[in-house]
């Protein structure tokens, strides 16, 4: 391939503008060269940098010096951080930059030095400038899509170019596959601007991003760089970054209810659905999903590609009960031009929403077992008191979990699958408590901190209060409290745990540190200097394994996309390792272990014989493939193809799930109301009236139909709560005497 900063032919081009040569790609802009030479550091920052160093070395749980391997990942993951594509930087600058700072920066941290933060600054603003001085001449010139090329657009394990001319190639790749992914999604329809068009606003909005960097932001994004060499949950929030910390927490502004993030090749990505937000009710945004564009109600939707994610969010937040239209690429997607539109209505999370619910399912009589009824308790997030808001209901997660208990008691349910998938954690007191619903007395979790100190928390109440078959689901975004009570649960033999390989791994604790009262003056008034948000602690389990990086390992584990996804602590760089302490003394059942083969080899019978399994190891397949060969094709006529099958594979799947629907057994739900009594729904009235359908990149706006999803239509899409259900119809008919105790003695 030649430079990209040549002409090319004009064959099946994007445009027909007459070629012409872009300026050269080593020639910075000089005047935001030297807007970028202007910053100057507030000294309150050195200040704040000093107590960061200390906080890291004295109180974060590794208490690990700020030492020379520390440093050299610090100015990396800094670089990487600024250029988090590995687009703009040289791997002749990554060299320079390490031998010039690597060996004092750490002295000059603990001393309040951070000039280092500018220095590394005004090199990635030289390579910046000068890149975006001649991206738009290059956008002018024709693209050939008819080559056998390709591009990898994940960059994040890829080496920084070795050298100008090796950029040169990287963007002309780069340039050349938005190009023909901005072609292909509006191919067909009615678009008032041409790709052309689009590409030009989306790479100034990206030169206006960095051009309104300032000094606090890249001193934020410098100590952060350092704290999350610690660990990943560690960072320094800036004045403006504690602020919206504090406006989330408070739930000052409202939203669609989802953690973003920024994925490696720039766009706004869902990182996390949270419970009870508009996005959970509505059920069509997924973990991966990434939004390309938002719009405000009916208005024109604006590009948010390569947006700062302060920025993103700003446009995705507004008031409640607006409407806000997002264009997303499905994390399923083969090809990243496919395009779904979905509208959602802000709201805040209501704790009546994100309260536990139950469902009992009646399962017809089978070969593979006699007809039951059986109750799933689905558990969104470990909530109480102190999330409690002014009018709202005072609520905790356990008198819940009890209330729900007793009416499936009252339904004759014959085993409990407790759901705990996607429940990110909460309230620490709310698992131990919960756990104590399922066992007689003991230790549910230990604590350690930095100095090695360990706190147990454990269940003093006497007495189970459900001592039926009981089942746990987990998958990899189960975390913290969650992964405790399933840990917990595990560990006392009371139940099997099923699931993806492992659920997410996060076992750790942190804590906000507010810096201003260490930087008080005369006056003793305190400056805005933000926050140190730190990892203090680490959680264990009643047996001294943490959950740390492991997390919970299933007894049976259920064939799941999850498992191949970037997904989970393990995947995060710098997490904190796996260990163990000493054991807690508790009473462990051995009944389940006894079981536990038969239980395997039934499931896997029936996985081996079921339709949605086997789609879905397809599904597995594919994506595994697509993650060992991340590329993606240049060739237009290859890209359409793509886009032709994967959506023939989504609308067989839609018919599949109709036609499940039709056969479902009945299903009969149970949730709490805004007046505290208990609501019994029948399956197939709408989980969400307000949901509307997803639109297709292909369908025009009146082909787009309010279609609520059901209870039946969830659990026809359910093929792990299937799976689920049917084992532990398996562990009711094996499960017929009482339960075996044995004492079980700690390490």
């Known amino acids: 391939m030649a430079p990209w900063f040549k002409s090319k032919p004009a064959t099946d081009s994007t445009n027909t ?110 390579r910046f400038d000068a890149r975006m001085q001649a991206v738009p001449a290059r956008l002018k010139q024709p693209f050939d899509f008819t080559k056998a090329e390709s591009y990898n657009p994940d960059r994040m394990k ?76 560690s960072q320094y929030l800036s004045p403006t970054t504690l602020e919206d910390f504090v406006i989330g927490m408070k739930n000052s502004l409202f939203g669609i209810g989802a953690v973003l993030t920024v994925s490696p090749e720039g766009y706004c990505t869902i990182k996390e659905i949270m419970p009870g937000g508009p996005a959970d009710m509505d ?43 997002l264009k997303i690429i499905p994390a399923s997607a083969a090809d990243p031009s496919v395009r779904t539109e979905i509208t959602l209505v802000r709201d805040e ?42 009018g709202a209901p005072s609520a905790n997660t356990t008198d819940d979990v009890r209330r729900l208990i007793d009416k499936l008691r009252e339904a004759k349910v014959d085993g409990l699958v407790l759901d705990l998938r996607n429940n990110g954690g909460g309230l620490l007191s709310e698992a131990v408590q919960l756990t104590g619903l399922f066992i007689d007395q003991g230790p549910v979790v230990q604590v350690k901190d930095s100095r090695g100190k360990k706190h147990v928390l454990s269940d003093f109440d006497k007495g189970t209060y459900y001592d039926g078959p009981l089942i746990v689901l987990t998958n990899k975004m189960s975390a913290s409290a969650s992964e405790i009570t399933a840990g917990a649960l595990q560990n006392y033999g009371r139940a099997l745990v099923i699931g993806d390989k492992s659920t997410h791994g996060k076992g750790t604790v942190q804590t906000v540190q507010e810096i201003g009262r260490f930087l008080a003056g005369l006056t003793g008034k305190p400056p805005d200097a933000g926050a140190v948000k730190l990892t203090i602690q680490k959680f264990y389990l009643p047996n001294g394994h943490s959950t740390q990086m492991r997390g919970v390992i299933p007894d049976i584990s259920l064939p799941s996309l999850n498992d191949y996804l970037d997904l989970g602590e393990d995947k995060l760089p710098h997490a904190l390792p796996w260990d163990e302490i000493g054991g807690e003394d508790f009473k462990r059942s051995t009944v389940l272990a006894g079981e536990l083969p038969q239980l395997v080899e039934r499931s896997k019978a029936r996985m081996a014989q079921s339709p949605e399994f086997s789609d879905m190891s397809k599904e597995i397949d594919r994506l595994r493939l697509r993650i060992e060969n991340p590329v993606v094709s240049l060739n237009e006529k290859v890209r359409q193809k793509e886009r032709q099958d994967d959506k023939a594979r989504q609308e067989l799947r839609k018919s599949k799930i109709k036609e499940l629907a039709q056969t479902s057994p009945k299903v009969t739900r149970f949730g709490f109301d805004k007046d505290e009594r ?61 339960v075996n105790v044995a004492r079980q003695s700690g390490s």
């Open 17 to 126: 503008d007459k070629p012409s040569k872009a300026p050269s790609s080593t020639k910075p802009s000089q005047p935001d060269a030297e807007a970028s030479k202007n910053l100057e550091i507030d000294p309150k920052y050195r200040q704040v940098a000093f107590y960061i160093a200390r906080f890291l070395q004295e109180e974060h749980f590794a208490r690990h010096p700020i030492d020379d391997q520390v440093c050299k990942m610090w100015i990396e993951d800094f670089m990487k951080d600024l250029d988090y594509n590995k687009l703009f930087f040289l791997q002749t600058d990554v060299d320079e930059i390490q031998q010039k700072f690597g060996p004092t920066i750490g002295a000059d941290l603990k001393r309040g030095e951070i000039s280092p933060a500018l220095e590394i600054y005004k090199v990635f603003r030289k």
């Open 283 to 325: 059920k069509r945004l997924k973990v991966n999903d990434r939004i390309t564009a938002v719009a405000q109600g009916k208005a024109e939707y604006a590009d948010i590609v390569d947006m700062r994610l302060r920025n993103a969010v700003k446009l995705i937040r507004g008031p409640k009960g607006s409407e806000v239209r």
């Open 158 to 233: 890829s080496p920084w170019p070795k050298d100008a001319a090796e950029a040169d190639q990287l963007w002309e790749r780069r340039l050349m596959n938005d190009m023909l992914s901005e072609k292909l999604a509006y191919e067909g329809k009615k678009s008032t601007e041409s790709p052309l068009a689009r590409m030009q606003k989306r790479y100034d909005r990206l030169k206006k991003n960095i051009d309104e960097m300032d000094t606090e932001e890249v001193v934020e994004t410098y100590l952060t760089a350092l704290a999350r060499v610690y660990d990943p949950h």
């Open 678 to 738: 208990i609501q019994i729904t029948a399956g197939t009235d709408p989980v969400n009236p307000n949901a509307t359908a997803a639109a297709s990149d292909d369908d025009s706006p009146d082909e787009s139909k309010d279609k609520p999803v059901t209870g039946t239509e969830i659990y026809a899409s359910d093929a792990h709560l299937q799976e689920t259900l049917n084992i532990l119809r398996d562990l009711v008919g094996m499960n017929g005497r009482p």
């Open 349 to 390: 999370i209501k704790i009546t929403n994100q309260r536990a619910k139950a469902e009992v399912i009646e399962l017809p009589e089978e070969k593979s077992g006699p007809a039951m009824k059986l109750g799933v308790i689905q558990l969104p997030s470990f909530y109480g008191d102190i999330d409690r808001s002014e």
